[in-house]
């Protein structure tokens, strides 16, 4: 991997890791508010690159197609929300603020679940990292590297909320700091792994690379819909989630087509 690509993986973990960081300077437990308005603005931003990062470059890249160049977005969306649904399944998770796990029963403790949850969450948007990428390793005209470290400072940004949101909830349970920090940062981990494994597998099958496109649009839409907005609505009636929404929306957007 050249080096610009090892540092378009690494930029979503240090979003990750900066977020997490805020264990060591504030004293409080994240409020539900801050929370709902958190989860809005990373729903915003993951639509937002599910749309221009991925969708739309998965159907200029079928476009010999025709009027049928839909049709591998269309394939691939719908294997990654079924992915998704398989993982929900699967994994042992628990989200923030809920009671009852999910996925196989297990002895996992609530920490180590509640850090899975998040790294279920993070999983689609590593993928998106790394299809991005590999298509602009495979030479596609579609996707710049100005375009794909787009994606990569949008997905960092998001994750900042995402890791104060684990770490923040630990501490304020008596957790020390540094282990709390380790928690958020686990969390990200999976984002890297899951980007590098992306562009081997897509570097072996280029053919197929609108269709992994719009896999890592569907897992990614699958989280904001099944996590992100129930999470950003939670509590009681506000509008602050939906225009939080629109804020992180408007953000990852205007980073796409300003750098792509």
């Known amino acids: 991997m050249t080096f610009d690509v090892i540092r378009g993986l690494l930029i979503p973990l240090a979003g990750t890791a900066a977020g997490s960081a805020c264990v060591f300077f504030m004293k409080d437990s994240l409020s539900g508010t801050v929370q709902r308005a958190l989860a809005g603005f990373a729903a915003g931003v993951m639509?937002?690159?599910?749309?221009?990062?991925?969708?739309?470059?998965?159907?200029?890249?079928?476009?010999?197609?025709?009027?049928w160049a839909f049709l591998p977005a269309a394939a691939g969306f719908w294997l990654?929300?079924?992915?998704?649904?398989?993982?929900?399944?699967?994994?042992?998770?628990?989200?923030?603020?809920?009671?009852e796990a999910e996925g196989i029963k297990c002895s996992l403790g609530k920490n180590t679940m509640l850090t899975l949850a998040v790294a279920l969450h993070n999983l689609p948007e590593g993928m998106a990292v790394g299809v991005v990428y590999a298509g602009w390793l495979a030479g596609s005209g579609e996707i710049s590297l100005a375009g794909a470290l787009a994606l990569s400072l949008g997905i960092a940004i998001q994750n900042f909320p995402e890791g104060a949101i684990i770490s923040m909830p630990l501490r304020a349970q008596g957790m020390s700091r540094s282990r709390a920090?380790?928690?958020?940062?686990?969390?990200?981990?999976?984002?890297?792994?899951?980007?590098?494994?992306?562009?081997?597998?897509?570097g072996i099958m280029v053919p197929v690379l609108p269709y992994a496109l719009s896999f890592a649009a569907g897992a990614m839409i699958y989280v904001v819909v099944e996590e992100l907005i129930p999470e950003m609505s939670r509590g009681e009636h506000s509008n602050l989630g939906t225009l939080f929404f629109s804020a992180g929306f408007t953000v990852m957007m205007a980073l796409d087509v300003a750098l792509g």
Do not use: K, N
């Open 47 to 67: 639509v937002a690159a599910s749309v221009w990062s991925l969708l739309i470059p998965a159907m200029e890249q079928a476009s010999a197609m025709g009027q």
């Open 181 to 202: 920090f380790g928690y958020g940062l686990a969390s990200g981990v999976v984002e890297p792994l899951g980007a590098a494994l992306t562009i081997i597998l897509a």
């Open 80 to 99: 990654g929300v079924i992915f998704l649904l398989c993982l929900d399944r699967l994994v042992p998770h628990l989200h923030v603020g809920c009671d």
